[in-house]
């Protein structure tokens, strides 16, 4: 039995002192159950994705349930660092498919602006293994991927203007999107004149510091018939991996070994072996430029060390190979780290059901791909959704 | 409006691994390796994930190390507001330990770099290891 997404919503993204976590919640719930077209009373299960500990709310999954109207039906709370929300999106859809319920929802949100710079990059610092490397060493999140950088460089050749270049094409598709946290283009010589965070990585290399939420109605598909849900998107891959929590553990530096495993999983379930005829749009996980680069790599987009030339050749551009993060992706969209894998299945759906607007990418096989990474590949999500 | 203050600082226990932390102080950089399947760890550990033996012996990491990934910090978080302009996070490889460690030398490594490892304490008093070029 299929399960298919039959509603969505997500916030306005950004820099949202105006609102308590809850409330962002509200906003991205409301927008999911108008979407679906289904009563509050229809969903049965709650599941609140929220990595947490940069909002003042620290066990957060009560206050939103019941402030988005789902007390009694969960709230069953999931945390999977940056992958948080597809670790959501999972728990919904396991729980359907398993039997249990009907209908789930899947929340992501995420308040990480109530805490000054600092305080969150002790916070991303600890997304590893603390007493080995933030307690040691002072590890930063853009700091791990900066590592990842250095080791891509000097094996692949990869520059800076490439990964800046990563930067360009998502503001660009950003400045279209009224959910962006930026919505305005950069220039190349901008993002490359930018000062460095974590050396090789730029501030223009880096996604913001965002508050916003998701959320992705879940169905069976016997309930879909049974509601006259008439544009389902049907989710027909899954994958999941891991790798270590210490960074020192890892066997390689120039990719991420848990989209890799998650990936080839998530296409053996959908029947893919060649992603570029087979997927029409990708939403991956572009924290840092270089998570993009090495995410083209790692899903199999182009070969290992050639992610650099894809963006250098428009490969993930609109009209290019496959458009990636045509809503500007978490580099201009923003990365509220809960909400961002829900996000990513917010903009597959939008894009499937063909409701992208000026961001709409021409569909041929009318399949799609979310990649969700936590921490650097500390967790990997893949979903393939289609219709 | 702003919340109550709140202080999170934790209390760590170590004496699984204090021969490590002991280690730091004369000198020496430990890793662990499992008594029954071989199984190499470092940052070192007690039991063994993979064929869960507890019975590990510590090796001392030693010799030449590979410079594999760097960075430069330049914008250090909360509890590191010593390091003023910022620190160079390395991890080089010695055989069949990889360690994570702060660069001494002067600008910049370089992947492929040769260095050997020390130990010291930073300003705030944490023990750690740091890479010298060869």
Redesign the interface.
Known sequence: MRVGVIGVGCSKFGVRRDVTLQEIAFEAVKEAVVDAGVSREDIELSVVGTAGTRS?ELMPAVPVNEYCGFAGRGPLRVEAACATGSAAVYAAYSSIKAGLVDVAIAIGCEKMT?VD???S??V??RGG?Y??????????F??HY??????HM??YGTTEKQMAMVAVKNHRNAARNPKAHFQKEITLEEALAS???????RLFDCSPISDGAAAAILASEKKIKELGVDNPVWISGVGYSSDTA?????KD?GGLMATVAASRMAYKMAGIDNPLKQLDVASVHDCFTIAEIMAYEDLGFCRKGEGGRFIEDGGSDFGGHIPVNTFGGLKAKGHPLGATGVAMVYEVVKQLREEAGSLQVDLKNYRGLTHNIGGTGHFGWVFVFEV | MESRTFILKHVLPVSRVERYWKGLEEGKIYGTRCKSCGASFYPPQADCSFCYSSDVEWVEVGGEGVVECFTRIQRPPQGFEFAGSGYTITVARFGEFKVMGWFKGEGLPKVGMRVKAETGRDESGVWKVYFVPT
């Open positions: 003042y109530e710079t600092a305080t990059l002790a991303g610092g293994s007493l080995w490397e933030f307690h040691q060493y002072g590890t930063t853009p700091g900066a590592m990842h950088a250095s080791a000097a094996r000062s460095y965070v974590a050396y090789p990585l210490n960074l020192s553990r890892r530096y």
